[in-house]
């Protein structure tokens, strides 16, 4: 584990370390948990793994699928 100690610029960002935007990828998840906050990768969840193994019947019922299969 390595502890790193940065500021804010006068706008309020901060700037990540190459690495750990690297570990991150393109978009996070910001938990605040009160007394900290995490930064989590979002990781898309790739659809065509569920190909061939989910049988939908109307074009309904796909959506609300498509919509829970992203939210992990």
């Given at each position: 584990?390595?502890?790193?100690?940065k500021?804010?610029?006068s706008?309020?960002?901060?700037?990540?370390?190459?690495?750990?935007?690297?570990?991150?990828?393109?978009?996070?998840?910001?938990?605040?948990?009160g007394?900290?906050?995490?930064?989590?990768?979002?990781?898309?969840v790739?659809?065509?793994?569920?190909?061939?193994?989910?049988?939908?019947?109307?074009?309904?019922?796909?959506?609300?699928?498509?919509?829970?299969?992203?939210?992990?």
């Amino acid at each position: 584990m390595e502890v790193l100690v940065k500021k804010f610029d006068s706008q309020g960002r901060l700037l990540l370390p190459k690495e750990i935007r690297e570990k991150l990828g393109d978009e996070v998840i910001i938990v605040d948990l009160g007394d900290r906050v995490e930064l989590l990768p979002r990781k898309r969840v790739d659809l065509r793994r569920f190909f061939d193994n989910v049988e939908v019947e109307e074009l309904k019922e796909w959506e609300k699928l498509k919509k829970e299969l992203w939210a992990e």
